[in-house]
């Protein structure tokens, strides 16, 4: 076996290796993002209904709570990043970077400092990399995350907003994560969490008093700002919660596609190999016929010539 048909060989048995392990890569992918799915199905309807009854409470009273109020001055605000622990997911990671990276700019033109809380090694290792300050980091649970990491994530964050500025706290908390739209796309967003953007909630109405007077369709026992301090730490919860479990349908579904690409490229490059392996091998016989064909005739011309 010449040199050349060794090498092609050996290629093609590293390119199938490869292809094994980004297809059972490719498999595992799509096994766990249809579980993430129903994740995300089954806490976006009670995310959304708990913002609704949060924004209801708020608009139907009028107390000044401090998780709902805009600061005259907002000077510190709080951007939580929501990365993926693993590679092998295509541009997933940088792409929810490069949104925050645009997010931090917008607030800081605007005059505000910005304070990292970071969720995943990626980003980690991103602001680590550029020695960038992070208030808070937890990775080990992008790929499954639950409510108990949901918790832990948002109990710093809470306590910050809950904070004067002076004493290290934040007037805003917003939140980049990749939303899930379907299998083939993936969205990297920025939210504002709090305070809320407070409008009359969907469903909902005041009732005219009989001078006029505008008056709330609600009453809150015992006040409403007790039913916003119990309200609103579930609030950012479950909408953390959902944001992290829409980041790993997202990072399931950008993985099962990069892994499918990879693939299909494998069996490219394997067709491409085999077919020079083929014309390397055609071009050994027909030398070794050439050489046989020539010592055959060299060996009928000396015998020729001794006759």
């Not at 602001?127 to 918790?151: H, L, M, N």
Request: charged share 25%.
């Amino acid at each position: 076996m010449g040199a050349s048909l060794r090498v092609y060989k050996r290629r093609i048995r590293s390119v199938t290796a490869t292809k094994k392990i980004t297809k059972a890569m490719e498999m595992i992918a799509a096994s766990r993002v249809v579980k993430a799915q129903r994740q995300v199905a089954a806490s976006t309807p009670y995310a959304s209904e708990l913002t609704r009854a949060v924004t209801a409470v708020a608009t139907g009273s009028n107390t000044q709570h401090p998780l709902t109020t805009e600061a005259e001055r907002p000077a510190r605000a709080a951007l939580l990043l929501i990365t993926s622990d693993r590679g092998l997911a295509g541009g997933y990671s940088s792409n929810v970077i490069k949104a925050a990276e645009q997010l931090t700019e917008r607030l800081r033109a605007e005059g505000k400092e910005v304070d990292a809380y970071i969720v995943g090694r990626k980003g980690v290792s991103y602001y680590a990399f550029r020695e960038r300050t992070v208030q808070e980091s937890w990775t080990g649970f992008t790929d499954s995350p639950t409510y108990a990491d949901a918790k832990a994530v948002a109990a710093p964050l809470i306590a910050a907003v809950q904070k004067d500025t002076a004493d290290g706290g934040v007037d805003e908390l917003h939140i980049v994560f990749t939303e899930f739209v379907s299998m083939m796309t993936q969205t990297a967003l920025d939210d504002r969490l709090l305070p809320l953007s407070l409008g009359t909630a969907a469903g909902e109405q005041e009732e005219p008093a009989k001078g006029g007077e505008i008056l709330p369709l609600f009453e809150f026992e015992p006040s409403a700002e007790d039913v916003l301090d119990a309200l609103l730490p579930r609030y950012v919860e479950s909408r953390i919660y959902n944001a992290l479990l829409q980041a790993a349908a997202s990072k399931h579904a950008a993985t099962r596609r990069a892994m499918k690409s990879a693939t299909d490229n494998a069996e490219e490059l394997i067709k491409s190999l085999s077919r020079l392996a083929n014309a390397a091998r055609q071009a050994e016989i027909t030398q070794e016929i050439s050489e046989i064909v020539g010592g055959a005739s060299a060996l009928a011309d000396a015998t020729a010539g001794s006759d």
